[in-house]
């Protein structure tokens, strides 16, 4: 028997447990943090990350629970997750949210393990199952399965945002002869649907100023946005990134001719590039790639190869760049471009600074013998840039092609 206060719990093991976890965070909840050490503050911190994940598949159990016994019934609610909210101050979206996620977690019972081991975090554990749900229906529950066991092992080193990109692509990985097709077949539904929604209202105040909305498919906001934040980038004597430097950006855009005098970001001009493979620019199904990172439906591809407001890069075997068009009488952009194709972004572990934002780095620095190339050169941010170069801290090579830095003793 556990008592907490008036309360006590002699029945369910769950009632029990939760009575332990109340009175261990009463025993804890004055004790001060300055004593820990550095190691023991990033031990605990990572364990008290993973405790609550597993409290939340606790929680997310008895509300399936709840929904299931339609525990609201009994007040009048129209349903548990209503009670809930109501019961807690949750807002109902938030509490439909959970319950739906603790439905999804009965139906996918390796995630909800997982989570109830603390393996995988409540936003992994979302964007798996939503990832599973989205597969089409006709393709074999053992290629489903082995999908979602594929992103439950991925979630050990990638965060929800890189999972859910994983998780469009996740039959590229385990069923290639199903994945290319059925990745282009939504790529190009999603953008007929986004251009048939395309719009553009303008309000002209009377007062000097004009208000405006729109709704534009991803690919084209994606280069618009790339161009803005050039003009809007501080070193290139923009205003910065919140949203009246933007706006004071997007003035400056329109009264420029974006194809010609846009500044260079990262050393290339913001012109917006397309990664695609040869056998997509001949007539193939495989889906492209703009350097923001969006996919691109195959059609879309060959049209924007055609545009001069793009750069195609053509890639053969082994993903080996052949050919950089338009811009290949400049090397120097030409191997900016090359490396960040390959590299995406800042190499730097956990670092998330686009391609556009980053600085070419040798490798083996050019006061060692080092040379000007692709193979020797990466993408660095201004700030892990620095520390490259910085003799207080060491650069590491990691086995997955990324760095990181350690301060020197």
């Known amino acids: ?10 029945d369910h093991p769950i009632a029990a447990a939760l009575s332990a976890i109340e009175a261990e965070l009463d025993h804890v909840q004055h004790a001060r943090a300055w004593s820990m050490s550095d190691d023991d503050t ?11 994940a597993r409290l939340a598949a606790l929680e997310l159990k008895v509300a399936a629970h709840a929904d299931r016994n339609r525990v609201g019934d009994a007040s009048g609610a129209t349903s548990a997750g209503v009670w809930w909210a109501n019961a807690t101050h949750m807002t109902q979206a938030e509490a439909h949210r959970k319950v739906k996620l603790a439905k999804a977690l009965d139906q996918h019972e390796p995630v909800g393990e997982a989570l109830a081991g603390g393996d995988v975090l409540l936003d992994q554990a979302a964007v798996i199952t939503q990832a ?12 489903k399965s082995l999908a979602r066991d594929h992103l439950l092992a991925a979630a050990k080193d990638y965060d929800a945002k890189a999972l859910r990109i994983q998780g469009r692509r996740i039959l590229d990985v385990v ?15 999603e953008e007929r649907e986004a251009e048939a929604k395309a719009r553009l209202t303008m309000h ?10 729109f709704a534009i498919r991803t690919a084209e906001a994606d280069m618009l946005r790339k161009a803005l934040r050039a003009i809007a980038a501080p070193h290139a004597g923009g205003h910065g990134f919140d949203p009246h430097g933007m706006g004071l950006a997007f003035m400056d855009y329109i009264r420029r001719n974006p194809a010609e005098k846009l500044p260079t970001a990262g050393g290339v001009s913001a012109t917006v590039v397309v990664t695609m493979t040869l056998e997509t620019l001949m007539g193939g199904l495989k889906a492209a790639q703009l350097d923001t990172g969006i996919r691109i439906s195959p059609g879309l591809a060959r049209k924007l190869a055609c545009e ?5 890069v053509v890639l053969g075997g082994k993903s080996e760049v052949l050919d950089v068009g338009r811009r290949r009488r400049f090397h120097t952009k030409a191997q900016r471009i090359a490396m960040a194709v390959r590299d995406k972004g800042c190499v730097t572990l956990a670092c998330e600074r686009p391609a ?9 620095q050019w006061a060692h013998g080092g040379h000007t190339s692709v193979d020797d050169g990466a993408l660095l941010c201004p700030r ?4 490259a170069h910085h003799p207080d801290y060491q650069l590491t090579h990691n086995t997955s092609g990324k760095v990181s830095f350690t301060r020197r003793q």
């Open 1 to 10: 028997m556990t008592s907490t206060g008036h309360r006590t719990d002699r």
């Open 132 to 143: 599973f749900d989205a597969l089409p229906d006709d393709v074999d529950p053992d290629i």
């Open 204 to 213: 002209d105040d009377g007062h000097g100023m004009t208000y405006g909305r």
């Open 175 to 189: 069923a290639p002869e199903v994945g290319e097709a059925e990745e282009a077949r939504q790529l190009a539904k």
């Open 308 to 312: 001069a407001g793009t750069i195609p």
């Open 42 to 52: 990033r031990r605990a911190l990572v364990r008290a990350t993973r405790l609550v």
């Open 356 to 364: 556009s934002w980053c600085e070419a780095h040798h490798l083996t």
């Open 384 to 387: 892990h840039h620095t520390l």
